[in-house]
């Protein structure tokens, strides 16, 4: 225990008040509590993660140090987590013999994909060597190289580019970036084989890094110099080149990186910084390289002012358009508060709203509740096409329920009709689309018998309840849903003695279990035509001869609406 004292002390330094503030000084007085949607919003709120590795000293002798391989990492996840630049809510640091180690990055990847939502961002910073080796068809393979790679077995010691490519464009995080400061032909931060070295300089063109992959909606892969160039270090930069005019993009030089002057650095403003930077530095030597893919206003910003990052990611409410427009001077209310008036851009939060426009003669041109994503601009103009998105739902119908089943037919007939109250949540955010919902109905019922040779129907109320999980996906003009839903029905007796003393004749409870579809088709902003059709497993002993499975069906034609 003796020897785990100064690690312990040294971890607890680290952490901001770990000694002296939390330990020895508290405030009195009661603190501020959050309230569950507080707590809720916090635990589901976008985070931006970064893992940044470095490789300087390698076990194998074949790999020749790197001098600021670890320096150029730690930098990185430095400005990434500093509150003042990238704001990044974890940064894990990958660097050194021990971090840097082939099972080590693969397990930080591995349990980061199991973690992030869409909604958070990544970024995957690596400098290293880099090496390549050829397969029995001559097709190269490329490979980053951590601190245990072995030249003989770089499939099962080094990390494979092409691989790494495809898990990292899988993981959720809708913004990306996988940042790449190796190369892989043999000069600078790259080592191969002899024969391999001998083979590429054979072959009519140079390898491709890999472009295989599909991207994802917000997804960059950059490289500090494309194959047959070299990415190097420099004593007086004291980094790898690219990685210096990177950095010099997120830091002294944010302005001139700035291109479109919002105030922040986006992964391709910083690319295009570094990249012509680096390019006139190495006189066109070392040719940075990269792979994007963007879809609307959703492009990774790396750093920025802790303002313009905020702005950053809300969204935005716009029009711009001719003075001759209906639109021109209108006023724009979100949530009931007057926003300005048109044209302009007014940034929103994240979420769903209620979005109005007033004409400047007040007439109320447009109310709709849209849903508005992270970084998303919506024009003012097309506020009318956009779906009504409502949470929660109530539905009112007739409901028809039939029982193919001979032995459950004593029960409820061939077929009765009732009444059914119905309503549900649907989430958004993380969870979006998962339904809860639930419902309780009636339907009265003449019970049939014979007695005597006589044909006798006698009254009898059913009523059941049900609650369902599933999942409901909205289209054009009305949603799509499907769940597994649990339901309870109950029965009352018969009170005619000469019903004959049947089981059929009691008073009944039983379960149903029960795969339920159902459609909307929108009628207004908030109702919508609703049908639903269901169809249930009981498992009952009605005759006395045993339980036995009996199946029934549902239909249900109502009116929803939306809250």
Same mark, same amino acid.
């Given at each position: 225990?003796?020897?785990?004292?100064?690690?312990?002390?040294?971890?607890?330094?680290?952490?901001?008040?770990?000694?002296?503030?939390?330990?020895?000084?508290?405030?009195?007085?009661?603190?501020?509590?959050?309230?569950?949607?507080?707590?809720?919003?916090?635990?589901?709120?976008?985070?931006?993660? !970064?893992?940044?590795?470095?490789?300087?000293?390698?076990?194998?002798?074949? @790999?020749?140090?790197?001098?600021?391989?670890?320096?150029?990492?730690?930098?990185?996840?430095?400005?990434?987590?500093?509150?003042?630049?990238?704001?990044?809510?974890?940064?894990?640091?990958?660097?050194?013999?021990?971090?840097?180690?082939?099972?080590?990055?693969?397990?930080?990847?591995?349990?980061?994909?199991?973690?992030?939502?869409?909604?958070?961002t990544l970024v995957v910073y690596v400098s290293t060597?880099?090496?390549?080796?050829?397969?029995?068809?001559?097709?190269?393979?490329?490979?980053?190289?951590?601190?245990?790679?072995?030249?003989?077995?770089?499939?099962?010691?080094?990390?494979?580019? !092409?691989?790494?490519?495809? @898990?990292?464009?899988?993981?959720?995080?809708?913004?990306?970036?996988?940042?790449?400061?190796?190369?892989?032909?043999?000069?600078?931060?790259?080592?191969? =084989?002899?024969?391999?070295? =001998?083979?590429?300089?054979?072959?009519?063109?140079?390898?491709?890094?890999?472009?295989?992959?599909?991207?994802?909606?917000?997804?960059?892969?950059?490289?500090?110099?494309?194959?047959?160039?070299?990415?190097?270090?420099?004593?007086?930069?004291?980094?790898?080149?690219?990685?210096?005019?990177?950095?010099? !993009?997120?830091?002294?030089?944010?302005?001139?990186?700035?291109?479109?002057?919002?105030?922040?650095?986006?992964?391709?403003?910083?690319?295009?910084?570094?990249?012509?930077?680096?390019?006139?530095?190495?006189?066109?030597?070392?040719?940075?390289?990269?792979? @994007?893919?963007?879809?609307?206003?959703?492009?990774?910003?790396?750093?920025?002012?802790?303002?313009?990052r905020a702005k950053a990611e809300l969204g935005a409410?716009?029009?711009?358009?001719?003075?001759?427009?209906?639109?021109?001077?209108?006023?724009?209310?979100?949530?009931?508060?007057?926003?300005?008036?048109?044209?302009?851009?007014?940034?929103?939060?994240?979420?769903? $709203?209620?979005?109005?426009?007033?004409?400047?003669?007040?007439?109320?041109?447009?109310?709709?509740?849209?849903?508005?994503?992270?970084?998303?601009?919506?024009?003012?103009?097309?506020?009318?096409?956009?779906?009504?998105?409502?949470?929660?739902?109530?539905?009112?119908?007739?409901?028809?329920?039939?029982?193919?089943?001979?032995?459950?037919?004593?029960?409820?007939?061939?077929?009765?009709?009732?009444?059914?109250?119905?309503?549900?949540?649907?989430?958004?955010?993380?969870?979006?689309?998962?339904?809860?919902?639930?419902?309780?109905?009636?339907?009265? $019922? =003449?019970?049939? @018998?014979?007695?005597?040779?006589?044909?006798?129907?006698?009254?009898? $109320?059913?009523?059941?309840?049900?609650?369902?999980?599933?999942?409901?996906?909205?289209?054009?003009?009305?949603?799509?849903?499907?769940?597994?839903?649990?339901?309870?029905?109950?029965?009352?007796?018969?009170?005619?003695?000469?019903?004959?003393?049947?089981?059929?004749?009691?008073?009944?409870?039983?379960?149903?279990?029960?795969?339920?579809?159902?459609?909307?088709?929108?009628?207004?902003?908030?109702?919508?035509?609703?049908?639903?059709?269901?169809?249930?497993?009981?498992?009952?002993?009605?005759?006395?001869?045993?339980?036995?499975?009996?199946?029934?069906?549902?239909?249900?034609?109502?009116?929803?609406?939306?809250?």
């Amino acid at each position: 225990m003796t020897s785990l004292r100064p690690l312990l002390l040294l971890v607890c330094l680290t952490l901001v008040g770990c000694v002296t503030t939390s330990a020895t000084q508290r405030d009195k007085g009661f603190t501020d509590s959050r309230s569950t949607a507080q707590a809720l919003e916090a635990s589901f709120a976008p985070r931006k993660v !970064a893992v940044v590795v470095g490789v300087g000293e390698f076990t194998d002798e074949a @790999f020749p140090p790197l001098k600021w391989a670890v320096d150029d990492a730690t930098e990185v996840g430095r400005i990434l987590e500093d509150p003042k630049y990238g704001g990044f809510d974890r940064v894990v640091y990958l660097t050194g013999a021990k971090q840097a180690r082939r099972d080590r990055v693969l397990a930080e990847l591995v349990a980061l994909r199991n973690d992030l939502r869409r909604q958070d961002t990544l970024v995957v910073y690596v400098s290293t060597h880099g090496t390549m080796t050829l397969d029995a068809t001559g097709d190269p393979h490329l490979f980053l190289v951590t601190a245990d790679t072995r030249p003989g077995d770089l499939r099962g010691t080094a990390i494979e580019l !092409a691989e790494l490519q495809t @898990f990292f464009s899988d993981m959720r995080a809708e913004r990306k970036a996988l940042i790449l400061d190796a190369c892989y032909n043999g000069e600078a931060k790259s080592a191969l =084989q002899p024969t391999v070295r =001998q083979r590429i300089d054979r072959m009519e063109a140079s390898p491709v890094l890999s472009r295989k992959v599909r991207l994802g909606e917000s997804e960059a892969h950059l490289f500090a110099s494309t194959f047959g160039r070299p990415a190097r270090e420099d004593d007086e930069l004291k980094h790898g080149v690219y990685t210096y005019h990177l950095l010099d !993009a997120l830091t002294w030089s944010q302005q001139e990186a700035d291109g479109d002057g919002d105030g922040t650095i986006t992964i391709y403003e910083a690319h295009d910084h570094a990249r012509t930077r680096t390019l006139a530095y190495t006189l066109g030597a070392q040719v940075p390289e990269a792979y @994007f893919r963007v879809v609307g206003h959703n492009d990774l910003v790396l750093v920025g002012a802790p303002e313009a990052r905020a702005k950053a990611e809300l969204g935005a409410v716009y029009w711009y358009g001719s003075a001759d427009e209906e639109l021109d001077g209108a006023t724009l209310m979100i949530d009931g508060a007057t926003k300005g008036a048109l044209p302009g851009t007014f940034p929103v939060t994240p979420g769903r $709203h209620r979005v109005k426009v007033v004409g400047h003669d007040g007439s109320l041109m447009q109310d709709r509740v849209v849903t508005i994503g992270v970084g998303e601009a919506v024009p003012a103009d097309t506020l009318r096409s956009r779906p009504v998105v409502h949470n929660g739902f109530l539905n009112l119908g007739p409901k028809a329920r039939l029982t193919p089943a001979e032995g459950a037919r004593p029960l409820l007939g061939r077929a009765h009709v009732g009444v059914e109250l119905g309503g549900g949540y649907r989430f958004m955010g993380p969870l979006r689309g998962l339904t809860l919902s639930g419902g309780f109905g009636y339907a009265p $019922h =003449q019970a049939r @018998f014979v007695t005597d040779g006589t044909t006798r129907f006698e009254p009898r $109320h059913a009523i059941w309840g049900h609650a369902q999980v599933g999942y409901r996906l909205l289209v054009p003009r009305g949603s799509l849903g499907a769940g597994y839903r649990l339901r309870l029905t109950g029965i009352t007796a018969l009170q005619d003695a000469s019903c004959g003393g049947h089981a059929a004749c009691d008073g009944w409870l039983w379960p149903t279990q029960a795969l339920a579809l159902d459609q909307t088709v929108s009628l207004g902003r908030r109702w919508s035509l609703y049908v639903e059709e269901e169809v249930g497993i009981s498992v009952l002993d009605v005759d006395g001869t045993g339980p036995r499975a009996r199946a029934d069906l549902g239909l249900r034609i109502g009116i929803e609406v939306g809250l």
